[in-house]
């Protein structure tokens, strides 16, 4: 008997996350503990697993979005509909390999832009110092390729080739990011392509990879990839909304965390190419050198949406995410699975709403 | 007919070098080119390919020791006595991933060691900043598993998993040459365990690798292993008494470049632990904080010399050496791979003489 399409649903986006999370750690526990000792504390620290001193501590370990957009991608390019679908497991190599190389950025990113909280935690270079958190970033990158080599899944050499170039990516993103901070001309267009490099290729490249571990053809990859990146491009606007008006207790970073070091994300720089009376006021007070006070910062989140930073973000991130449901739909995956990585997308695209 | 083993003599180690730097290239080239942008012109500035401005130049490429032993182990477990072994050939890729490792490791290195010179030019961080230098680091990591993924050869993901191994040792080693430099008490032992993990590593996975991706069995590949990690042992104590007794016009690094910043080198560690007057005095230079003058740097040379840690560390890397080559008989090569094998690891391990 087939099942009307709309009466598919799939699994709600906190129980996909969960039930990602699980085999999720089963595949990076006993990745993390082939570390050396040294690698192994600091990353454990980071993941939140232990403290400072190694002792098991209960803290927010992240919800894990990239994994598990490999596991449902796995599931959906493998058009298993049951519930023990087997095509999952067999990609919680690549999951890990993914989630593996997000921590290696952040551990690199945090000791770049000197950022002091990470899941309202101090920063593993804040705790351990700038050796050895470049270190740990390096010895989780090198991980995420070790895994997939050791993972025995035929797809495992074209699954490093696309994760070598997502990480490519990663690093222009990032020295993008950090070189616009200096420069006062940044264009719309040149920001909306840092930030597709900086977070929407390792999104791309999750779903891509769930693809390739799944079975999938080379166009239904390329469609997953698409979905992933365009998402990841929602999904960062997103993040630079949480970053200017985002709740501390959600973000676990100070508020107007961006604001405090005048980052050009891409709501503040729609504001500042706006060529309204609030965006030059915006761009004076990016322009100055001095520290902003608490009531600046009030005043700059203000202009931000005067601006239209914050209308132009919301239209933008809608679209995109229009967008990457298309591709899900273009690459013919099952209802179920379409159900909830749209699910998921949404989630993750418009987390503070 | 068979030439008796004594007869034959392989090619001298410049001229195995120059071999090995034209094969290298040929790979090397094309994969930085796939770079992205910014990543590409600072791994290029660090190659000595261009200057700051990515204008070509013609600087210091370094010897590229380890993909040498990568192409020389390849033609060594081909078996092949020609000169035109297609082995090598094939090799070039590990050749590549090989050296990619070895600039991301000094390029994080010098960020790490705020070391402001290398080969005789001012190190990447010091002319493009830390987050470039850290950024480059992490594409050079990428770009040679990418390169292993993309090879196409049979052994590419046994040799994937063979240099992420390699690449965890080498960030404990840091670490642990880092920490040294903050205690007393550091060991001989674990100061040659941590020389072991920093050099020796990654020239032992050369010569793995070469032997992986010329068709080697696993017992053979072992002892080419060995050999690698033995002479990079050797090497690494070679490397060590240049830091200290090395001519600047040689080592492209100040004179006493090791002393200044009382790194704790193997020379180093071996006279503080000789139980020797001599060694007592140069543990109070080391405990003191002020910076070390001129004559404080020929005071402390001397007494590293007096204490024993000259002699000790020629005995070492003697000693070193002899369990190489006797690796490199176990390995059962051919006696033109072995001649130039063994003429390489002398010319790296004596360097100055």
């Known amino acids: 008997m087939t099942v009307p399409e709309a009466m598919i649903e799939g699994r709600p986006a ?101 950022d002091e909280t990470r899941r309202h935690r101090p920063t593993a270079w804040s705790v351990f110092g700038d050796t050895a958190a470049i270190l740990a970033g390096d010895a989780l990158l090198t991980l995420a390729f070790d895994v997939l080599a050791r993972s025995g899944h035929p797809a495992a050499v074209q699954g490093a080739a696309t994760l070598g170039a997502a990480v490519l990516d990663l690093t222009e993103g990032q020295h993008s990011d950090v070189c616009f901070e200096g420069r006062g001309d940044v264009g719309l267009a040149e920001c909306l392509g840092m930030a597709e490099k900086k977070t929407g290729a390792l999104l791309g ?70 060529g309204t009376d609030a965006g030059r006021e915006l761009a004076e007070v990016y322009a100055e050198d001095r520290p902003l006070s608490g009531d600046d910062l009030v005043r700059t989140a203000a202009l931000i949406e005067s601006a239209g930073g914050l209308a132009w973000s919301r239209a933008q991130a809608d679209d995109l995410l229009a967008q990457a449901l298309g591709h899900l739909r273009s690459a013919g995956v099952t209802a179920r699975a379409a159900a909830e990585l749209s699910a998921l997308a949404r989630m993750a695209t418009r987390r503070d709403h």
């Open 205 to 274: 490249c999750a779903c891509a990879l769930g693809g390739l571990f799944g079975g999938a053809g080379p166009e239904q990859v390329e469609h997953m990839r698409l979905f992933g990146d365009r998402m990841g491009l929602a999904f960062q606007i997103a993040d630079d909304l949480l970053g200017i008006w985002g709740d501390p207790e959600v973000t676990g970073k100070p508020v107007f965390s961006d604001l405090r070091n005048r980052k050009k994300s891409l709501p503040v720089v729609a504001a500042l190419t706006s």
């Open 14 to 114: 906190h129980e996909v996350l969960a039930w990602s999370r699980d085999l999720l750690d089963a595949a990076m526990r006993p990745a993390v503990d082939t570390l050396p000792s040294s690698m192994r504390h600091i990353a454990g620290y980071h993941f939140g697993w232990w403290d400072e001193k190694g002792q098991p501590v209960e803290a927010d370990p992240g919800k894990a979005l990239r994994p598990a957009l490999v596991l449902l991608m796995a599931e959906a390019a493998h058009g298993a509909a049951s519930m023990a679908a087997p095509a999952a497991g067999m990609a919680a190599p690549a999951a890990a390999a993914v989630e593996l190389v997000h921590n290696f950025s952040l551990l690199h990113d945090d000791v770049i832009d000197r």
